[in-house]
């Protein structure tokens, strides 16, 4: 990466599957995510408890001694119903209050395979950073062609014009695990012209009141 501006990235947060998938190559991801984070010193934002995939990536990340905190909704800690969080935890009470703290908390967003809970925070947080709500990076890992299908429609948006070629920049993917967090750390920032003039409280009692639920 000579040449290259790196982002300083301290905390990456996780989104993906509670469950593990058919394939194993997601599971196998998922560890060897948590050991390069590990290895590069980044510690772990994720959604909490020990199933599928959040748990993969989050015992790994333990195992390499980088710290792992899980935001977590109260309702899911009922009756143990997603394990125990390996690391810190802190709940909320819904799960918008869960997708802004760890907007808040994070320092680049990283998706692996998982269902719709995934794809919802993954696109939230590329609609809050087409928005110029925040201007972390953002990326997939593409592992076996999981998301071809979903990175074939985006291009698909764009021709259609419903996605700016600027706003298509704002998601990176990679196929392997150590491409995707030098992307990540090579990411530039390019905030559309005039959603840049969109003013954001930074303040927290601010940002509750505002409808952070805007999809483009």
């Not at 609609?127 to 291009?155: E, M, T, Y």
């Not at 005039?194 to 940002?207: E, F, M, R, V, Y």
Request: charged share 20%.
């Amino acid at each position: 990466m000579e040449g290259v501006l790196v982002r300083k990235i301290k905390k990456i947060c996780v989104f993906c599957g509670a469950n593990s998938g058919k394939d194993v190559a997601f599971v196998n991801a998922a560890f060897h995510l948590g050991k390069v984070l590990g290895k590069r010193k980044i510690d772990l934002v994720y959604g909490g408890g020990k199933l599928g995939l959040m748990g993969c990536v989050s015992t790994a990340v333990a195992q390499h001694e980088r710290q792992v905190l899980g935001i977590i909704p109260s309702a899911f800690t009922v009756n143990n119903l997603v394990g125990e969080t390996c690391g810190k935890e802190i709940k909320v009470a819904t799960m918008q209050e869960r997708l802004v703290m760890t907007m808040e908390l994070s320092d680049a967003f990283i998706a692996l395979p998982g269902g719709f809970g995934t794809l919802e925070e993954l696109f939230q947080m590329i609609s809050w950073a087409q928005l110029n709500i925040h201007n972390k990076p953002i990326g997939v890992l593409n592992i076996n062609g999981f998301f071809n299908g979903l990175l074939s429609f985006v291009d698909h948006a764009v021709k259609q014009e419903f996605i700016t070629p600027r706003a298509r920049k704002i998601l990176i993917s990679a196929t392997t695990v150590d491409e995707l967090v030098d992307k990540l750390q090579a990411f530039r920032f390019e905030p559309d012209p005039a959603l840049s003039k969109l003013k954001w409280s930074p303040s927290s009692s601010q940002k509750e009141k505002l409808d952070l639920t805007l999809r483009l």
